[in-house]
């Protein structure tokens, strides 16, 4: 385990877990979290960080929200349980990737992202939560689920420290074209 929390960005994928229609009007600050996907989602494919969607029962909470502009190449698995990890398709899909590290954000952070995280743990990932892109029905359980994780041992961060740590240095193309979606 890295002590740390040095992300280490070739062993990186982002994991954005069930931002999906029904739950639009429902979760505390879900602008916030669509806008910081956004962000996510766009500098997956800048950095070449492989990006995976899950839907939670898509037929009944309906389909990714089409805001967060996910690129048309990332994989969306459907789920049933609340822990990704609970589905054979995203549990064999990180593994074949033979990544270390995973950046968790959406809905909900009591439910399917709490029991993701500690799952992920388990496999002896290090889990990254993107705590500005994360929420519940109320703030509350947005809170504590945070601090559930927290002592669990996930790293708590934010989307802008996520980048910039990938990024390591600026001048780069990667970095004009990041600093542009955080304007």
Known sequence: M?????????????IQIDIQDKFRP???????V???AGILARASEILNIPLIATEQYP???????????LPEKTEIIKK????????????DRVMELRLKSLIL????AHVCLLKTALDGLKYNFEIYLAADAVS??????????IERMRQAGVFIVTTEMILFQMLEY???EEFKAISKLIK
């Open 105 to 108: 954000y959406g809905v909900e």
């Open 170 to 172: 600026s001048g780069t």
């Open 136 to 145: 519940s029905r109320t703030p509350e359980n947005k809170a504590f689920a």
């Open 2 to 14: 890295n002590p740390l929390g040095i992300i280490e960005r070739e062993k990186t994928a982002f």
């Open 59 to 69: 037929e009944g909470l309906g389909k990714s929200i089409a805001d967060v502009g």
């Open 26 to 32: 429902a979760i505390f600050e879900m602008g916030t």
């Open 80 to 91: 049933i349980h609340f822990s990704c990890f609970g589905n054979k398709e995203f549990y």
């Open 34 to 36: 669509i806008k910081n």
